[in-house]
């Protein structure tokens, strides 16, 4: 089959997504692949086929409005995907661009996946939430298919857009991140004189990390050897000053290079994603990669994810106590923190993107007979 994976992000998250999806497909199938002419092509194996578009950046709101508009932009795709002559157009996340190129793009089989059904708290303003809502209603209409990384996801978007779109959407489980392991000189999961507590990812309003913050006191009654690692980019400002005992914390508050992600969640014992509102979580995929078990809220489609008390806990949003319990109760018993990990890894290895491109390949046949 003939796929052209289009990933209008060219760093970050959804380049790593994109990158390990092309590489799995391009063992059974012929993939090109549409990238912005600023991502790191590193990440993709040399049989996968890479074009350029000139596309702004991720939060380039003025030059992502102007590269909308311009229609050399757009008849340069449309060149570009004729001469290719894909079977199947798969737009690997949601963007503003994928409303023009619906339009034109009428005679081939589109894919959609969707992340998030709508932006979670600090993330957008109230015009931002509604487009951000009329770009997945676009994509439900247009695509012949869509992706989601799970069943609460699909769920929210029939409540939200109605139940007519229910057999054009399948779940399919979010793929591991085992190339960070590259960057670690990693074997196998560790026991550390440090128990260290990470927390990983871009600082924004839904991540609850002012919850983590507050169960350190909690957490210092019991764990003598703590160390609660923040590392990730964004304005921390109002965080920093509800730290009390500083020398408990690692605050690394930039962005995360790829080179030093691996050894963040190789010297973790366990992470946590204290959020009060999500969709799903890539940094979980990391997390398991390494055998590392995960605390997380009873938000979206995490729960999925998580065997509650086999790889991690789930526990109730804004609960810094019910955290602390958690992590406590995992600390004080290295049998069970020995078998969590090893579940972690096995639950790793069960999302392989091998795996995951199989599904792929079968959605896309049958989105195929369905147009």
Same mark, same amino acid.
């Given at each position: 089959?003939?796929?052209?994976?289009?990933?209008?992000?060219?760093?970050?998250? /959804?380049?790593?997504?994109?990158?390990?999806?092309?590489?799995?497909?391009?063992?059974?199938?012929?993939?090109?692949?549409?990238? *912005?002419?600023?991502?790191?092509?590193?990440?993709?194996?040399?049989?996968?086929?890479?074009?350029?578009? *000139?596309? *702004?950046?991720?939060?380039?709101? &003025?030059?992502?409005?102007?590269?909308?508009?311009?229609?050399?932009?757009?008849?340069?795709?449309?060149?570009?995907?004729?001469?290719?002559?894909?079977?199947?157009?798969?737009?690997?996340?949601?963007?503003?661009?994928?409303?023009?190129?619906?339009?034109? &793009?009428?005679?081939? %089989?589109?894919?959609?996946?969707?992340?998030?059904?709508?932006?979670?708290? !600090?993330?957008?303003?109230?015009?931002?939430?509604?487009?951000?809502?009329?770009?997945?209603?676009?994509?439900?209409?247009?695509?012949?298919?869509?992706?989601?990384?799970?069943?609460?996801?699909?769920?929210?978007? &029939?409540? /939200?857009?109605?139940?007519?779109?229910?057999?054009?959407?399948?779940?399919?489980?979010?793929?591991?991140?085992?190339?960070?392991? =590259?960057?670690?000189?990693?074997?196998?999961?560790?026991?550390? @004189?440090?128990?260290?507590?990470?927390?990983? !990812?871009?600082?924004?309003?839904? =991540? !609850?990390?002012?919850?983590?913050?507050?169960?350190?006191?909690?957490?210092?009654?019991?764990?003598?050897?703590?160390?609660?690692?923040?590392?990730?980019?964004?304005?921390?400002?109002?965080?920093?000053?509800?730290?009390?005992?500083?020398?408990?914390?690692?605050?690394?508050?930039?962005?995360?290079?790829?080179?030093?992600?691996?050894?963040?969640?190789?010297?973790?014992?366990?992470?946590?994603?204290?959020?009060?509102?999500?969709?799903?979580?890539?940094?979980?995929?990391?997390?398991?990669?390494?055998?590392?078990?995960?605390?997380?809220?009873?938000? !979206?489609?995490? *729960? @999925? %994810?998580?065997?509650?008390? =086999?790889?991690?806990?789930?526990?109730?949003?804004?609960?810094?106590?019910?955290?602390?319990?958690?992590?406590?109760?995992?600390?004080?018993?290295?049998?069970?923190?020995?078998?969590?990990?090893?579940?972690?890894?096995?639950?790793?290895?069960?999302?392989?993107?091998?795996?995951?491109?199989?599904?792929?390949?079968?959605?896309?046949?049958?989105?195929? =007979?369905?147009?």
């Amino acid at each position: 089959m003939r796929i052209f994976l289009i990933s209008w992000y060219g760093s970050g998250g /959804l380049l790593h997504y994109t990158s390990q999806l092309a590489n799995a497909l391009n063992l059974n199938n012929e993939v090109i692949t549409l990238l *912005p002419n600023h991502a790191n092509v590193d990440y993709f194996s040399k049989e996968v086929k890479i074009r350029f578009l *000139p596309i *702004p950046r991720g939060y380039d709101y &003025l030059g992502t409005f102007l590269t909308i508009i311009n229609p050399y932009f757009h008849i340069k795709i449309y060149k570009l995907i004729r001469r290719e002559n894909p079977e199947i157009i798969h737009i690997t996340s949601s963007h503003p661009f994928s409303l023009i190129i619906f339009f034109y &793009l009428t005679n081939y %089989i589109k894919i959609t996946t969707i992340h998030n059904v709508v932006p979670h708290k !600090g993330e957008a303003g109230f015009f931002t939430m509604r487009f951000f809502y009329f770009i997945n209603l676009c994509e439900l209409y247009f695509s012949n298919g869509v992706i989601v990384h799970g069943n609460r996801i699909k769920t929210r978007i &029939l409540e /939200l857009f109605g139940n007519i779109w229910d057999e054009k959407i399948v779940t399919i489980p979010h793929g591991n991140y085992s190339f960070f392991k =590259k960057y670690s000189g990693f074997t196998k999961p560790t026991n550390q @004189e440090v128990f260290n507590i990470l927390f990983f !990812g871009r600082i924004l309003d839904y =991540k !609850g990390l002012e919850y983590l913050i507050e169960s350190e006191e909690d957490l210092s009654k019991s764990i003598p050897n703590l160390l609660i690692t923040i590392a990730g980019e964004g304005n921390f400002d109002k965080y920093d000053k509800l730290i009390k005992n500083r020398q408990k914390f690692e605050v690394i508050n930039r962005h995360i290079p790829d080179e030093e992600v691996g050894n963040l969640f190789e010297k973790s014992s366990i992470v946590v994603l204290p959020y009060i509102e999500g969709s799903q979580s890539g940094i979980i995929a990391i997390a398991y990669s390494f055998g590392k078990p995960v605390i997380a809220t009873n938000v !979206g489609s995490i *729960p @999925e %994810i998580i065997e509650d008390g =086999k790889t991690g806990y789930i526990i109730p949003i804004k609960d810094s106590k019910k955290l602390a319990e958690r992590i406590i109760q995992i600390y004080s018993n290295e049998s069970l923190r020995d078998k969590m990990s090893k579940r972690a890894y096995e639950k790793s290895e069960e999302v392989s993107w091998d795996k995951i491109s199989q599904m792929h390949n079968e959605f896309y046949t049958k989105s195929s =007979k369905m147009k």
